[in-house]
């Protein structure tokens, strides 16, 4: 894994340009992705998500898949262009991941994946995510609003 970015955000514009910006830079080049996004309840990570979403030109109202743990998108304009957005939080083990039929789309290389809580998942289910991987760390700052976002690059599946 290589670090590729790791910036100070201290306001929503900031992570709308943050967005753009690792849209433009490195997502937009991909013909496929999985982005493992950690960070604690609240770190903004649903926020990210939507925002390079936006940068895709998806226009649909994107949401936390909280509750349905992965909500689907396609790019009207392109519509080969193919997201999930997966929420693992309530996700307990490998089995339960497995009995919801996840696998599919996690291998599936038509469809870039953006995946929050991956420690809900083990190493081995993690690997089997298609196309270049991508981890992006949220952490709190000390004050209100700061966030610092690390993100490493790692080799395509």
Same mark, same amino acid.
């Given at each position: 894994m290589k670090k590729i970015l790791d910036k100070k955000i201290l306001n929503h514009q900031q992570t709308q340009l943050f967005a753009k910006n690792l849209y433009k830079k490195y997502l937009s080049q991909e013909k496929n @992705?999985? $982005? @493992? @996004?950690?960070?604690?309840l609240g770190a903004g990570k649903t926020y990210i998500i939507r925002e390079i979403l936006k940068n895709f030109g998806i226009t649909d109202e994107i949401t936390s898949p909280t509750y349905v743990y992965v909500n689907e998108y396609a790019n009207k304009e392109n519509p080969s262009q193919k997201f999930a957005h997966f929420d693992l939080y309530r996700i307990k083990d490998d089995n339960n991941f497995y009995a919801h039929g996840f696998e599919e $789309? @996690?291998?599936?290389?038509?469809?870039?994946?953006f995946v929050e809580?991956?420690?809900?998942?083990? !190493?081995?289910? !993690?690997?089997l995510a298609s196309g270049t991987i991508y981890f992006v760390n949220v952490k709190h700052g000390i004050?209100?609003?700061l966030r610092r976002i690390i993100?490493? !690059?790692g080799e395509s599946n």
């Open positions: @992705f999985t $982005i @493992f @996004f950690e960070g604690g $789309i @996690f291998t599936n290389k038509e469809i870039n994946k809580w991956p420690d809900k998942i083990s !190493r081995e289910i !993690r690997h004050s209100a609003g993100v490493h !690059r």
